[in-house]
């Protein structure tokens, strides 16, 4: 399961490119641009109706011809380049290089099919690409707003990540890029999940052989959203794309993979087994795992163990509040998981989690921050009244989504200053002081949590804290 490449061309005039770049006439009608109000970049994108290209517009405002650059596109592999007024353009290291002026490119891209374990086939008549090769952006676009408007055949579909703004026009926000987006077109259902007052923007895509369920897949995200809605009072985004695969699981989760991406917006997505029935999927944790991310902002990649953690710890505690878990169940989930993350071999400082191999440290980069939010759960409500909910409630009405990368220490001190207490920044400094697990026995204690195996605990009515380890697995009202 988931949590969160060039040939050089000498630059010179379109003509000069007929060797490689084949010009022909693109079939695409001028652009129904913005009002000219709108002084950003804008994008017009046609999928083609056999889905094997995909046409582009994009027209730079007065001033900024810059170079455009797609991070997995190749200019080989480009077509039918040109210059909307007819202009200069030229190619030059894998970017466009439109001439000056009001710049306007139009080119052809082809649409390649995301591949992958974590990108099945689906079927003849929809295809999951990325818009990292096809949708060529300025190097520097740093203040300048970008619309993109979609034409599509009339009997095509679209889901994408960006926040609509009209019908098939979106704007393209500035994001960590955390992952590579995905773009879907073609023939496939598009489902409106309500949860927390927004929306999850769905997109149910069919394999050759398998098929989903609509209602199904609809009532299991519903119920996973409106665990993390539950948190802090609404959905942490208020503009997400999931896209859901069938696949046939070969072990125990009927949801064997997802991973959330913030690439140009925030999206989920999810490989669900569709011979499993829907009570299997509620039960289980992959989509309340992955939702969670969302009540944080993207840390950096090489502190993942922040996210991950977490997301872990919301998992469990979220499907205990819903009656998925006993609160004994919940509690020796965390035993065990603490346990097999003390016993990682070697463990680093959480600092150089990344450079270790992932299945060797896996269990630590999941648990470690885990046990973090679970100890500034507890501070907060046993000192001041409060709660990590409550808190994580504020940092979303303050800061998300957010659309940059946050450092782990700036997350925590804003994390302290919207508690208004010193509890997040603290943990992480004994945190990162110590490598391995930190332990756990003298919570345990406090929470009267009793181990009486390696996997399971008994609860006592001793601790000083048994009112707070009961309270954060009951559902508030």
Same mark, same amino acid.
């Given at each position: ?87 200069? +353009? ?31 086939? %689906?079927?003849?008549?929809?295809? +999951? ?39 098939? %026009? ?46 199904? +897949? ?12 539950? %948190? ?22 009927? +949801? ?134 409550? %808190? ?86």
């Amino acid at each position: 399961m988931g949590g969160e490449l060039n040939h050089p061309q000498r630059p010179g005039r379109i003509s000069a490119l007929g060797r490689w770049l084949v010009p022909v006439v693109l079939a695409l009608q001028p652009f129904a641009l913005p009002a000219a109000s709108f002084s950003g970049l804008v994008y017009r994108v046609a999928p083609s109706e056999d889905l094997s290209r995909v046409v582009v517009e994009v027209r730079l405002p007065p001033g900024r011809p810059l170079p455009l650059h797609a991070p997995r596109g190749r200019t080989g592999s480009i077509r039918s380049l040109e210059d909307c007024d007819a202009g200069r +353009v030229a190619i030059h290291r894998n970017r466009i290089l439109p001439g000056s002026g009001e710049a306007c490119v139009r080119y052809s891209y082809p649409l390649h099919a995301l591949a992958g374990r974590q990108s099945p086939q %689906v079927k003849k008549d929809a295809i +999951v690409s990325t818009p990292r090769e096809w949708l060529w952006i300025p190097e520097d676009a740093s203040g300048l707003p970008a619309r993109i408007e979609l034409a599509l055949p009339a009997t095509m579909n679209a889901s994408v990540p960006w926040r609509p703004v009209a019908p098939n %026009v979106f704007e393209l926000p500035p994001s960590p890029g955390s992952s590579a987006a995905a773009a879907v077109f073609g023939a496939f259902r598009t489902l409106q999940v309500p949860v927390g007052g927004t929306h999850l923007r769905v997109a149910a895509v069919d394999g050759p052989e398998l098929h989903l369920d609509s209602e199904v +897949v609809r009532r299991w995200l519903a119920t996973a959203a409106a665990d993390v809605t539950s %948190v802090g009072g609404r959905f942490p985004s208020p503009e997400v794309q999931v896209i859901v695969q069938p696949v046939r699981s070969r072990g125990d989760s009927p +949801v064997p993979f997802g991973y959330v991406i913030r690439d140009g917006g925030e999206a989920v997505r999810f490989l669900v087994d569709p011979e499993r029935p829907l009570s299997e999927l509620e039960a289980d944790w992959t989509a309340t795992h992955e939702f969670s991310h969302l009540l944080l902002p993207f840390v950096r990649s090489t502190e993942k163990w922040v996210s991950e953690g977490f997301a872990s710890y919301y998992q469990n505690v979220l499907l205990a509040r819903r009656g998925v878990y006993s609160e004994q169940e919940a509690w020796s989930r965390f035993h065990r998981a603490f346990l097999q993350a003390a016993r990682v071999a070697d463990p680093p400082p959480l600092d150089a989690l990344h450079l270790r191999n992932f299945w060797e440290v896996r269990m630590l980069l999941y648990w470690s921050g885990a046990a973090m939010a679970l100890k500034a759960d507890v501070a907060l409500r046993e000192a001041e009244g409060t709660s990590l909910d409550e %808190v994580l409630g504020r940092l979303a009405d303050c800061c998300l989504p957010s659309t940059r990368t946050w450092r782990a220490d700036e997350l925590f001190a804003r994390l302290d200053d919207i508690a208004g207490v010193d509890v997040f920044l603290p943990l992480f400094g004994a945190q990162m002081r110590e490598p391995g697990m930190p332990d756990q026995d003298a919570l345990f204690a406090d929470l009267g949590i009793e181990p009486v195996s390696d996997t399971s605990v008994r609860l006592t009515g001793t601790g000083r804290l048994v009112a707070v380890r009961e309270a954060i697995m009951k559902r508030s009202n």
